[in-house]
């Protein structure tokens, strides 16, 4: 068989055979497939193997900031691989690029978060930072502080620590090993925090940690003084506050990062995804000044903690680059800039889709809920977005749908680079997807 020359059905035939895909339906894939095999991106356009294009309305998974196709991105990868692909950051080991972004990284980062440990994504970040607060307090002299608390319908990602720290039960199910000493409290409500605190008493707590916007909980938004009353609760009992940024970091809310949004600067902050647009598998954990002065301070012998991939030249020449066009594209104010636009449309589609209830979004990142019934947000019996997402994928645009106990929900999260046509575009077709669900919703109940 030519490898160069497959066909989209024996690239299929393929697929079921030798790929168990990440988040997905193993029965589904058997039973139909994959549901698009994709071939090239431009842009805010992917086109998959048979020719067709689609609007990439995620960002594929919120993470490719600045679009697809960004030759100057596998030019500066070529280089720095010709350079120098890899080389080890164990035993104090190190690179040019990592240590030029780990500098970056504490100029764009708000208050005093200073110094970056590497890893190569979400989940790899999340578990680091457990790992690393709950060191920080045993070298400070409180080793009984170990817990970790977060918060209903959070992500943080699959890894035992993260999955662990997730408090989306179905990510649960999967396996009856979660790691010991997580805790969830209610999202948004401070006053929960505190009773939780209390009940466990402060002394047992390394740390809280929440999205600044959750993002596959159903992009839920905070109140705006929710945050700086967690950072008070936080101060008051000595608790560290990480604010988990790999969906929200790099501009997405139309800030470098959303905690801006809220006016806090947390202890620890959690980045991946849009540090390089997906073009390369990177992650950071970055913590303040007091943090690692405290580290230096305290520690003794080995870290022993590290990833094949920590401080990966490669991937961090990649992201350096990835922020320049941020900087240099002014795409963050551009994600501002249409977001306001993104915001305008969820609500004429609100409008005009009896089926579309509760509306949300901060800068390039929304949702919307489908409903039976507007004025009372009675659902269906059924989840409907599902049907909504297959209609619009149909057309040629790609969402994500949440259904996570009660919700029904669809997300956005599209590349920074869109543009006010491709927004219309993208709702346009989207809103051909809601009426045509909608119109056989009805039509069954006549």
């Given at each position: 068989m030519d490898k160069q020359?497959?066909?989209a059905a024996e690239l299929t035939k393929l697929d079921q055979k030798h790929f168990i895909h990440p988040t997905s339906s193993i029965q589904e894939q058997q039973e139909h497939g994959a549901a698009i095999i994709f071939k090239e991106g431009n842009g805010v356009y992917l086109t998959d193997v048979n020719g067709k294009t689609y609007i990439e309305g995620m960002a594929s998974l919120w993470n490719v900031n600045v679009g697809y196709g960004r030759k100057e991105l596998a030019k500066v990868a070529q280089e720095q691989m010709e350079a120098l692909a890899f080389s080890s950051c164990f035993a104090t080991f190190s690179n040019e690029p990592a240590i030029r972004l780990a500098a970056k990284l504490a100029e764009l980062t708000p208050g005093d978060l200073q110094a970056a440990f590497f890893t190569s994504g979400g989940s790899e970040s999340n578990d680091t930072a457990y790992?690393?607060?709950?060191?920080y307090w045993k070298v400070k002299g409180q080793p009984q502080k170990t817990k970790i608390i977060s918060r209903e319908k959070g992500y943080h990602g699959v890894a035992v620590g993260s999955t662990s720290a997730t408090g989306i039960k179905d990510f649960h199910h999967m396996t009856s090993s979660l790691a010991p000493g997580f805790l969830h409290v209610e999202a948004f409500s401070t006053e929960a925090l505190r009773e939780l605190i209390i009940q466990e008493g402060a002394d047992t707590i390394a740390a809280f940690i929440a999205e600044p916007v959750q993002g596959a909980g159903g992009v839920n938004i905070p109140p705006d003084d929710y945050f700086k009353e967690v950072r008070r609760i936080c101060d008051e009992h000595q608790i560290l506050f990480i604010a988990d940024?790999?969906?929200?970091g790099f501009g997405r809310t139309g800030k470098w990062f959303a905690c801006e949004h809220y006016g806090v600067t947390p202890d620890v902050m959690l980045v991946a995804k849009g540090i390089s647009s997906g073009y390369s598998q990177l992650g950071a954990v970055i913590v303040r000044e007091f943090i690692h002065q405290d580290l230096i301070k305290y520690s003794e012998g080995t870290l022993l903690h590290g990833f094949t991939?920590?401080?990966?030249?490669?991937?961090?020449?990649v992201a350096l680059k990835n922020i320049e066009i941020l900087e240099e594209?002014?795409?963050?104010e551009n994600a501002e800039k249409m977001g306001l636009i993104f915001s305008n449309h969820l609500q004429q589609l609100q409008q005009e889709c009896k089926i579309v209830g509760e509306i949300r979004?901060?800068?390039?990142i929304g949702a919307l809920e489908l409903v039976k019934d507007q004025e009372t947000?009675?659902?269906f019996p059924a989840k409907v977005s599902?049907?909504?997402?297959?209609?619009?994928?149909?057309?040629?645009?790609?969402?994500?749908?949440?259904?996570?106990?009660?919700a029904d929900t669809i997300v956005f999260s599209p590349p920074l680079v869109i543009n006010e046509q491709e927004i219309k575009e993208m709702f346009d077709i989207l809103k051909e997807a809601i009426e045509a669900v909608q119109a056989q919703l009805f039509a069954s109940e006549k």
């Amino acid at each position: 068989m030519d490898k160069q020359n497959l066909t989209a059905a024996e690239l299929t035939k393929l697929d079921q055979k030798h790929f168990i895909h990440p988040t997905s339906s193993i029965q589904e894939q058997q039973e139909h497939g994959a549901a698009i095999i994709f071939k090239e991106g431009n842009g805010v356009y992917l086109t998959d193997v048979n020719g067709k294009t689609y609007i990439e309305g995620m960002a594929s998974l919120w993470n490719v900031n600045v679009g697809y196709g960004r030759k100057e991105l596998a030019k500066v990868a070529q280089e720095q691989m010709e350079a120098l692909a890899f080389s080890s950051c164990f035993a104090t080991f190190s690179n040019e690029p990592a240590i030029r972004l780990a500098a970056k990284l504490a100029e764009l980062t708000p208050g005093d978060l200073q110094a970056a440990f590497f890893t190569s994504g979400g989940s790899e970040s999340n578990d680091t930072a457990y790992k690393l607060v709950r060191h920080y307090w045993k070298v400070k002299g409180q080793p009984q502080k170990t817990k970790i608390i977060s918060r209903e319908k959070g992500y943080h990602g699959v890894a035992v620590g993260s999955t662990s720290a997730t408090g989306i039960k179905d990510f649960h199910h999967m396996t009856s090993s979660l790691a010991p000493g997580f805790l969830h409290v209610e999202a948004f409500s401070t006053e929960a925090l505190r009773e939780l605190i209390i009940q466990e008493g402060a002394d047992t707590i390394a740390a809280f940690i929440a999205e600044p916007v959750q993002g596959a909980g159903g992009v839920n938004i905070p109140p705006d003084d929710y945050f700086k009353e967690v950072r008070r609760i936080c101060d008051e009992h000595q608790i560290l506050f990480i604010a988990d940024e790999v969906i929200t970091g790099f501009g997405r809310t139309g800030k470098w990062f959303a905690c801006e949004h809220y006016g806090v600067t947390p202890d620890v902050m959690l980045v991946a995804k849009g540090i390089s647009s997906g073009y390369s598998q990177l992650g950071a954990v970055i913590v303040r000044e007091f943090i690692h002065q405290d580290l230096i301070k305290y520690s003794e012998g080995t870290l022993l903690h590290g990833f094949t991939y920590s401080g990966h030249p490669t991937a961090c020449a990649v992201a350096l680059k990835n922020i320049e066009i941020l900087e240099e594209e002014q795409l963050i104010e551009n994600a501002e800039k249409m977001g306001l636009i993104f915001s305008n449309h969820l609500q004429q589609l609100q409008q005009e889709c009896k089926i579309v209830g509760e509306i949300r979004s901060l800068g390039l990142i929304g949702a919307l809920e489908l409903v039976k019934d507007q004025e009372t947000n009675e659902r269906f019996p059924a989840k409907v977005s599902p049907k909504v997402i297959a209609e619009a994928r149909k057309r040629g645009l790609i969402l994500r749908t949440v259904t996570f106990g009660n919700a029904d929900t669809i997300v956005f999260s599209p590349p920074l680079v869109i543009n006010e046509q491709e927004i219309k575009e993208m709702f346009d077709i989207l809103k051909e997807a809601i009426e045509a669900v909608q119109a056989q919703l009805f039509a069954s109940e006549k």
